[in-house]
Nanobody, 123 residues
């Protein structure tokens, strides 16, 4: 499974962006997928995850209530809608597949990482 992230950019604080993660190689309909982000000099941080049934999204504490994760299995794509963006949301955002088919907040539990997409929020 290979993934490609897109949709990043420069936005002012309070603005919105929608990131996309397009998977190829095979269907990911049975997989749990997640978004992580990494700011310079910081650890890779769990942002949001979604299981294969799309029944529930899991979120990091810092984005709860502002971000929404969703997926379209027919399009093999996962989305991250980001609202009320803050400067501290700045970083490279990555999409990845859970090895265990469960959502885990540790980046080490994931594979099939993409190249990432840069999100910059100005104050």
């Amino acid at each position: 499974l290979a993934v490609v992230e897109s949709g990043g950019g420069l936005v002012q604080a309070g603005g919105s962006l929608r990131l996309s993660c397009a998977a190829s190689g095979r269907s990911f309909s049975g997989d749990a997928m997640a978004w992580f982000r990494q700011a310079p000099g910081k650890e890779r941080e769990f942002v949001a995850g979604i299981n294969w049934s799309m029944g529930y999204g899991y979120y990091g504490d810092s984005v709860q209530g502002r971000f929404t994760i969703s997926r379209d299995n027919a399009k093999n794509t996962v989305y991250l809608q980001m609202n009320s963006l803050k400067p501290e949301d700045t970083g490279v955002y990555y999409c990845a597949r859970s090895r265990s088919k469960l959502i885990n907040r540790s980046w080490q539990s994931y594979d099939s990482w993409g190249q990432g997409t840069q999100v910059t929020v100005s104050s």
